[in-house]
Every structure is written in C-alpha cells, then in structure tokens.
C-alpha cells in the first residue's frame, strides 16, 4: 500500500509538470486578473468580492452600479477570468478569443480547431502589425 502510495504522489508530481496549467483559479483574488488595479480591487472587496469565483458569479450591472468601473469593463474582467482558467490559455490568448467573440469555456469547447486556428492566425497577424502583439510571442503561443 506505501509503495501505491508512492507512486501516485510521483505521478501526480509528474502530472503537474508535464499538463498545461491555467494561470488562475477560482479561489485567485480578482487583482490577479490584469486590469483589475488597487482601486478597483479595493471595491472589489468591499462588496465582498475576494474571489475570481466570487466575480464571475456577481451581476455585472450590480458591479458596475457600485463601482467606477462600466458594464464593458465588468464583462471583459469577469471574460478574461473565465478563459485565463482554462489550462494553457495565457492572457494574449485571453484577449484573441475575447475579440473574436468567444468569452466561456463552453463557446471555446464548440469551436471547430481549424476554422478557430484560422481565424486567430488572421487576428495575431492583425495585431502584430499594430504592436500589440509581437511576432515571437505568436510563434511561443503555437507550441
């Protein structure tokens, strides 16, 4: 039974090196989503939100209502936290399928691979010809 026990611990370590993991979790604090500063963190957590859960979860037009920050600005925080806890998706990817109008897992799940790949390719080129996104960081994002 110490051996089994050994072995799962080693591959579990194993695991957690070799998959992909997600740059945050539901129990992250919302200032570890970029955009969200120390005033609108501060607020935040003043209506009780202390959680990325706890922000995906509130009413956008309630946040919006008792904070300065718009609905836009709620949806695209509460759309980058949902996709930043998918395993693999760094914040660049975040903003790729935000702006090609997949904002949950659930849409992300029902794309079709090539169509997407596709899709995203014609936006990274788009965005690396304005500076928003710089050719290494695209060849990095297709490994």
Do not use: C
């Amino acid at each position: 039974m110490a051996k089994i026990e050994k072995i799962t611990k080693r591959i579990e370590k194993l695991e957690e090196k070799l998959l992909p993991q997600s740059k945050i979790t539901s129990r992250n604090k919302p200032k570890d989503i970029k955009g969200v500063g120390p005033r609108l963190g501060e607020e935040l957590r003043a209506l009780g939100i202390t959680t990325v859960a706890d922000l995906i979860t509130a009413d956008t037009r309630t946040l919006a209502e008792k904070t300065r920050a718009s609905r836009d600005t709620i949806q695209h925080l509460k759309t980058t936290a949902q996709l930043l806890m998918i395993p693999g998706i760094s914040e660049k990817h975040a903003e790729l399928l935000e702006e090609a109008g997949i904002t949950t897992r659930k849409e992300l799940a029902a794309q079709e691979p090539i169509q997407l790949s596709q899709k995203l390719e014609k936006m990274a080129k788009t965005y690396i010809e304005r500076g928003r996104l710089l050719e290494n960081e695209n060849r990095r994002s297709k490994k």
